[in-house]
């Protein structure tokens, strides 16, 4: 079977460092990982064996000799069609199923998209991190107003101290509970769903033409 | 080909394949934030159609 964007027949072999697409004729450049050696794998043509039926297989190969190492080697190798069809049936689909045309699923997707966005509880984090902020500036306000009531001789020490332990415990309990909620994950930032869906639409339709 | 390369990237991140016989694979992906939402999505949908 040969699926749209296979390899084609000079193939692909993994490379370390800096990962190169330039040539971008392979579908998975770029993404594919050897298992065995961590590196980047890159597509290369494979002379099959030798005999009346010999060709060149397109194979991704994990490969840290070649030009790039000369003490260590990595001889992964992975037939490119058959690996394309493992991937590519994982994500098909996913696109199928997004770009499809139904009215119901598709306002069913923008609605799930939107939560995604805006979690349970996000709305109400938010204000609750602006309350908590102004208790906080207003209990720093009073720890102020305090001391220089204090240093103005108009309250005396044990003035000062009642205001200034209470100041001091709504600061704090006020700053613990901003720490809390700034702990929480933050609210996905997402493209608009209908650019991502023309795109991926255009994965889909370069398929259903073949 | 360029075009389906840009949807993948999109959407994965790194694929590690396996073998699991010979010349047979299964491929582990990790997805991109658009790709994890997108299945977020449409597990979504498929709970919403269940419910």
Known sequence: ??????????????????PRQASRRYLLTGLLYCPRCGERMHGNARMGRPGPTRSRLPMWRSSLSGALSTDSTCAWLAHGPRLETVVLAQVLP????????????RAALHRAWQAIQEPAGAATS????ARLEQEAGRARQRLTRAAVLYADAEIDRHGYELLR????????????ELERLS??????KLPDLEAVLRQAGRLVDRFARR | MAAQREVLI????????????????QAEISWTPIGKALLRAVAGTMDAAVA
């Not at chain 1, 702990?183 to 996905?188: D, T």
């Not at chain 2, 396996?18 to 694979?25: F, G, L, S, V």
Request: glycine fraction near 8%; hydrophobic fraction near 45%.
């Open chain 2, 10 to 25: 999109v959407l994965i991140e790194r694929i590690v394949p396996e073998r699991i016989r010979r010349a047979e694979y």
């Open chain 1, 94 to 105: 996913l696109v199928e199923t997004v770009t499809s045309t139904e009215v119901g699923l």
């Open chain 1, 183 to 188: 702990g929480i994950a933050p609210v996905p």
């Open chain 1, 126 to 129: 938010a204000k609750a991190i």
């Open chain 1, 165 to 176: 332990d209470q100041a001091h415990t709504d600061l704090v309990a006020a700053e613990v």
């Open chain 1, 1 to 18: 079977m040969t699926l749209p964007g296979s390899v084609p027949s000079s193939g692909l072999r993994c490379t370390s460092g800096v």
